[in-house]
């Protein structure tokens, strides 16, 4: 392998380092690779060239055994990385493969899956379209906890994976009765995703100060959503068949490290919280992601993490607050992120006002996704010294049902 250069301001410079799983196609052996550029170096080949002591680590068809190892060895592993990178490049040189030569497959084993409502602007959007009657566009909970739902992890896909139009039920208002078919109001939601390493015991909630001992890392998701099943099947118990027939996540898991230049205060809290949500006294919380949503290439919508009323922390509280337990590989993600500005929303039922308004795009208009329609999540982040640190992309192509 000749000497490769990233060049000055990649957004995958060494500065990122995410972690991924890759093959060689034409062998069944995956392993794990961390991405430097526009290629992906085996780390774990690395590591047993230089005599890391974490090579099993990092010899591993998943990221569940790094995931598990904890805080301590998660810095240990990614200093040294950056050290192979920059300093001892020559001596890992024969260990990098260009991004186009490898197979990324999904980077880890999902536990369990949960999925978020915590931008006020989407919920407050949602709340207009479907409750337009109602006083008040957020729920009388809304403000008080972060609303979530368990989701399908068995059908959680790494990006490039096709996705198949579902079928499933459905009723408008003006249908007699309910009526079977393809999904007509097939809907992406543009979110970030946090994955879990340290597991907890059952009965033991995780305080909002030690989210950091927990969480690896994070990632971009897509969260699929069949509007009218969903608005068929929805109540009571929320969402189902309309969501877990598919949810894309990106190849590459950004390790937290990489991000604490991005770290941001959230918005202003409007109401008082409980002692275990309270965030007012903690280390900001947030994160400043700037993400972008593209059909078929061009862009759509570029919405801003950083607008999140509930965080990544108060998320983890909220799920164990019962004593529930975590799984090395959960997977929660955030909630669809919507901006307060029309460009800003993460979902077509809001760029599109449920179809009132459709999108024009140079192959014609869009209310909801056509067969052969490609969504690209891309997203960024800053860095330090005026860098950019990229989140690896997730891409999915709608097939026919
Ligand atoms: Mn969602």
Request: overall charge negative; proline content about 9%.
């Given at each position: 392998?000749?000497?490769?250069?990233?060049?000055?301001?990649?957004?995958?410079?060494?500065?990122?380092?995410?972690?991924?799983?890759?093959?060689?196609?034409?062998?069944?052996?995956?392993?794990?690779?961390?991405?430097?550029?526009?290629?992906?170096?085996?780390?774990?080949?690395?590591?047993?060239?230089?005599?890391?002591?974490?090579?099993?680590?990092?010899?591993?068809?998943?990221?569940?055994?790094?995931?598990?190892?904890?805080?301590?060895?998660?810095?240990?592993?990614?200093?040294?990385?950056?050290?192979?990178?920059?300093?001892?490049?020559?001596?890992?040189?024969?260990?990098?493969?260009?991004?186009?030569?490898?197979?990324?497959?999904?980077?880890?084993?999902?536990?369990d899956?949960v999925d978020f409502y915590s931008?006020?602007?989407?919920?407050?959007?949602?709340?207009?379209?479907?409750?337009?009657?109602?006083?008040?566009?957020?729920?009388?909970n809304w403000k008080h906890l972060p609303i979530g739902?368990?989701?399908?992890?068995?059908?959680?896909?790494?990006?490039?994976?096709?996705?198949?139009?579902?079928?499933?039920?459905?009723?408008?208002?003006?249908?007699?009765?309910?009526?079977?078919?393809?999904?007509?109001?097939?809907?992406?939601?543009?979110?970030?995703?946090f994955?879990v390493g340290v597991p907890t015991a059952l009965g033991e909630p995780v305080a909002l100060g030690d989210y950091r001992e927990h969480v690896?890392?994070?990632?971009?998701?897509?969260?699929?959503?069949?509007?009218?099943?969903?608005?068929?099947?929805?109540?009571?118990?929320?969402?189902?068949?309309?969501?877990?027939?598919?949810?894309?996540?990106?190849?590459?898991?950004?390790?937290l490290?990489?991000?604490?230049?991005?770290?941001?205060?959230p918005?202003?809290r409007?109401h008082a919280l409980l002692p275990y949500l309270e965030d007012a006294e903690a280390e900001p919380g947030g994160y400043?992601?700037?993400?972008?949503?593209?059909?078929?290439?061009?862009?759509?919508?570029?919405?801003?993490?950083?607008?999140m009323y509930w965080t990544a922390a108060q998320q983890l509280a909220q799920m164990t607050v019962n004593g529930a337990s975590l799984?090395?590989?959960d997977?929660y993600g955030s909630g669809?992120?919507?901006?307060?500005?029309?460009?800003?929303?993460?979902?077509?039922?809001?760029?599109?006002?449920?179809?009132?308004?459709?999108?024009?795009?140079?192959?014609?208009?869009?209310?909801?996704?056509?067969?052969?329609?490609?969504?690209?999540?891309?997203?960024?982040?800053?860095?330090?010294?005026?860098?950019?640190?990229?989140?690896?992309?997730?891409?999915?192509?709608?097939?026919?049902?």
């Open positions: 392998m000749p000497p490769f250069d990233v060049p000055e301001g990649d957004p995958f410079g060494s500065h990122n380092l995410p972690y991924g799983v890759f093959s060689v196609p034409g062998t069944a052996e995956r392993t794990v690779g961390v991405r430097l550029g526009d290629h992906v170096l085996d780390a774990g080949a690395a590591a047993r060239a230089l005599g890391s002591p974490h090579a099993s680590l990092l010899t591993q068809p998943t990221l569940n055994p790094l995931l598990g190892a904890g805080r301590e060895v998660w810095e240990e592993v990614r200093r040294a990385l950056v050290s192979w990178v920059t300093e001892r490049r020559g001596e890992v040189e024969g260990f990098f493969r260009p991004l186009s030569s490898v197979r990324l497959h999904l980077p880890f084993e999902v536990a899956y931008s006020e602007n989407h919920a407050r959007n949602v709340g207009q379209i479907f409750r337009p009657d109602a006083a008040d566009s957020l729920t009388p739902y368990h989701g399908r992890s068995g059908t959680v896909v790494v990006s490039g994976t096709d996705v198949v139009r579902p079928s499933g039920q459905r009723k408008a208002a003006t249908d007699p009765a309910p009526v079977f078919g393809p999904s007509v109001r097939l809907d992406i939601e543009a979110e970030v995703a994955v690896f890392g994070l990632c971009l998701l897509n969260d699929w959503s069949a509007r009218d099943i969903q608005a068929w099947e929805y109540v009571p118990l929320g969402p189902f068949l309309g969501k877990s027939f598919a949810t894309s996540v990106s190849a590459w898991i950004t390790p490290q990489a991000l604490e230049h991005a770290r941001v205060a918005p202003e409007t400043d992601l700037r993400i972008s949503v593209a059909i078929n290439g061009h862009v759509v919508s570029e919405p801003p993490f950083s607008t799984r090395t590989g997977l669809t992120v919507s901006g307060p500005e029309p460009g800003q929303r993460g979902s077509l039922l809001e760029l599109t006002w449920n179809g009132r308004d459709p999108l024009e795009l140079p192959e014609g208009k869009r209310t909801f996704l056509e067969d052969d329609d490609v969504v690209t999540l891309t997203a960024w982040a800053p860095g330090a010294d005026g860098s950019r640190v990229g989140l690896g992309e997730v891409v999915g192509r709608i097939v026919a049902g």
